[in-house]
């Protein structure tokens, strides 16, 4: 696992599919990442086509509070079902935004909504939900716990699957800033920064 998971600067950690052993066939190759991934990060029921070979690359960093995921790859599908819910306990909201060519389709709480690219969805992880995709998929993930974000948007909770607009000058701004951040390693260990970056989020 250290071989495959190697921790970066301001707690970024990158895991790649192509740091695997290369003497593992396509499913052998899977079932390793699908192992790591819930050993480093929890718990998703996740899906692949079986026409496809496995690729899959995640960045994560934390910026304060706040976690900042990047993941592209050829996975269909990622959920949350309620077993996993009850299990893992986490009451955090995650807005996606979908970063590929290919609609992606979010389904929590009752409610479907499809995600064309560059839009953007929060989701709520006191609920089951699914996000369902084409062959390869690419999403940013960004994680907020509820506290901070109740504190500033009271609404929140009501938002849940709906869509936001990706034309609305927000959202363009967040999903640039986002990509920016894909590569964290000009800001260093500077903690201040770190810590502006999260509030900014």
């Not at 790591?36 to 026409?51: K, L, V």
């Amino acid at each position: 696992m250290a071989e495959t998971a190697r921790a970066k600067s301001i707690d970024r950690v990158v895991f790649s599919s192509d740091e695997l052993p290369a003497d593992l066939d396509d499913r052998a190759r899977y079932g390793l990442w699908h192992d790591i991934y819930t050993a480093r990060f929890g718990s998703i029921a996740f899906a692949r086509p079986p026409d496809r070979p496995f690729l899959a690359e995640l960045m994560f960093a934390a910026f304060g509070e706040v976690g900042l995921g990047r993941f592209e790859g050829t996975i269909s599908r990622a959920g949350r079902s309620p077993h996993i819910v009850a299990a893992d306990g986490s009451d955090d909201f995650c807005l996606l935004v979908n970063r590929g060519r290919a609609p992606l389709l979010v389904v929590q709480d009752g409610r479907e909504a499809t995600l064309a690219p560059n839009s953007a969805v929060l989701l709520s992880d006191t609920e089951p939900g699914d996000v369902r995709g084409a062959a390869e998929n690419a999403w940013h993930a960004l994680v907020v716990p509820r506290k901070p974000l109740l504190d500033r948007v009271s609404c929140a909770e009501d938002l849940a699957a709906t869509v936001l607009d990706p034309h609305q000058p927000a959202v363009r701004h967040l999903t640039r800033y986002l990509t920016l951040l894909d590569d964290a390693g000009w800001i260093e260990d500077d903690p201040p920064l770190v810590d502006h970056i999260g509030s900014t989020l």
